[in-house]
């Protein structure tokens, strides 16, 4: 029940987010929102989606909450595995950040219209 409530309260405050400050207000919230939680942005972004923001504004958004995510990952790995692990863990989510960012910027720079 608490994730409901948590997804429900992410969804009311990303529509008004995203009314209130466009495209912008959408990607600050899902970097955010982000940290903690992926699913929440994800479908507050499709939701917006194509009214209040366009397709590749809504992906850049959900992007942007999957970065934060790994970032908050990689933190909470090297605080609680240190050592190796943690340089594991890091070398390991920056390399899947890399690739997924050139994969959107591929994406973007050959498929956009």
Known sequence: MGFAVF????????????EAFG??????GAIFVGLV???????S????????????????AILA?????????????AGIGR?????DLAVLA????AIGGAATWLTFAVLAP
Do not use: E
Not at 94 to 97: A, D, K, M, V
């Open 7 to 18: 997804l429900g309260v992410i969804i009311v405050l990303g529509r008004a987010v995203g």
């Open 23 to 28: 495209a912008t207000g959408a990607v600050a």
């Open 37 to 43: 939680d992926v699913d929440a942005v994800t479908v």
């Open 45 to 60: 972004m499709l939701r917006l989606t194509p009214d209040t923001l366009s397709r590749t504004q809504a992906v850049l």
């Open 65 to 77: 909450a999957v970065a934060s995510d790994t970032v908050s990952k990689i933190a909470i790995g």
């Open 83 to 87: 050592g190796w692990f943690a340089a």
């Open 94 to 97: 920056s390399g899947c950040l």
